[in-house]
T-cell receptor, first 111, second 113 residues
Framework: DTEVTQTPKHLVMGMTNKKSLKCEQHMGHRAMYWYKQKAKKPPELMFV???????INESVPSRFSPECPNSSLLNLHLHALQPEDSALYLC??????????FGEGSRLTVL | SQQGEEDPQALSIQEGENATMNCSYKTSINNLQWYRQNSGRGLVHLIL?????REKHSGRLRVTLDTSKKSSSLLITASRAADTASYFCATDAVGGTASKLTFGTGTRLQVTL
């Protein structure tokens, strides 16, 4: 099984809503990632978890809150987002260093 | 910004031709990777080349790395319409127990029949 599964595929939320994006992998990978991608731009790193501990936070606003409940799951909690946060949010995993396996992404629209 | 630059930004070729994309970066790296992304989808890993390697092949793909010039190239030979996608290089910084990939600006490849 070489899949990274992201849910939901699409999410529309208002600026006062609280929602979560979920990511799951069963490849035994110990590193998991959140990337943000705007249209026609490259992915930008947001957070990295290594062995279930947050190892990198790329100065992401606190309205984005990551959580790694166990080695297979990664969540991104969203609260009080702005319209400019609308983007494709990509989750990925890897076996420590090396190639990343990406999910298909969650497309977020903030109204 | 530590983001790498890719050129060309867009490339249109006919099926059967070769496609070459170039990537330049700014910092020391552990490895450099190339990914492909179909429109609005997730990224798919193509090939990884380590900082002590100069060239690597995988099927129709050939990647070169010149760390003295901080540059890499991806060659796709005998292109097919199915190769139409965006291609990104990504540099992995030195250190840590997880990758820290910084993606280049990307090349949009269009392969026509």
């Amino acid at each position: 099984d070489t899949e990274v599964t992201q849910t939901p595929k699409h999410l529309v939320m208002g600026m006062t809503n609280k929602k979560s994006l979920k990511c799951e992998q069963h490849m035994g990978h110990r590193a998991m990632y959140w990337y943000k991608q705007k249209a026609k731009k490259p992915p930008e790193l947001m957070f990295v978890y290594s062995y279930e501990k947050l190892s990198i936070n790329e100065s992401v606003p606190s309205r984005f809150s990551p959580e790694c409940p166990n080695s297979s799951l990664l969540n991104l909690h969203l609260h009080a987002l702005q319209p400019e946060d609308s983007a494709l949010y990509l989750c990925a995993s890897s076996q420590e260093r090396g190639e990343l396996f990406f999910g298909e992404g969650s497309r977020l629209t903030v109204l | 910004s530590q983001q790498g630059e890719e050129d060309p930004q867009a490339l249109s070729i006919q099926e059967g031709e070769n496609a070459t994309m170039n990537c330049s970066y700014k910092t020391s790296i552990n490895n450099l990777q190339w990914y492909r992304q179909n429109s609005g989808r997730g990224l798919v890993h193509l090939i990884l080349i380590r900082s002590n390697e100069r060239e690597k092949h995988s099927g129709r793909l050939r990647v070169t790395l010149d760390t003295s010039k901080k540059s890499s190239s991806l060659l796709i030979t005998a292109s097919r319409a199915a190769d139409t996608a965006s291609y990104f290089c990504a540099t992995d910084a030195v250190g840590g127990t997880a990758s820290k990939l910084t993606f280049g600006t990307g090349t949009r490849l269009q392969v026509t029949l």
